[in-house]
């Protein structure tokens, strides 16, 4: 699975993993050992997807609070850098 920065209001704010097969969309955070900070899905076959819809965002609970995600927020994705720290 691929890693991109998740930027909120154009602020580093956690690496996200792309899912980017069947078995990583239809999984998404269930059954994780270890959670990622972000979880980038792109709507595929499975359900129809909200109009304009493109990607969802999963992460655990209380992230979006703690990185001050809110209604009216730009989010943007941009690649990680090789040893990049959060």
């Known amino acids: 699975m691929k890693e991109i920065r998740l930027l909120v209001d154009g602020k580093a704010v ?3 993993v792309v899912a980017d097969t069947v078995l990583t969309r239809t ?3 269930l059954f994780r050992r270890v959670l990622p900070e972000a979880l980038l899905l792109r709507p595929w076959g499975m359900t129809a997807p909200l109009r304009g819809v493109t990607q ?3 992460a655990p609970a ?7 995600l809110e209604v009216g927020s730009e989010l943007r994705l941009a690649e ?3 040893g990049e720290v959060s």
Do not use: H, T
Request: charged share 25%; proline share 5%; aromatic share 10%.
């Open 27 to 29: 999984r998404g955070l």
């Open 62 to 68: 209380g992230s979006f609070e703690r990185w001050g």
């Open 56 to 58: 969802v965002l999963e």
């Open 14 to 16: 956690a690496d996200a």
């Open 80 to 82: 990680a850098l090789p």
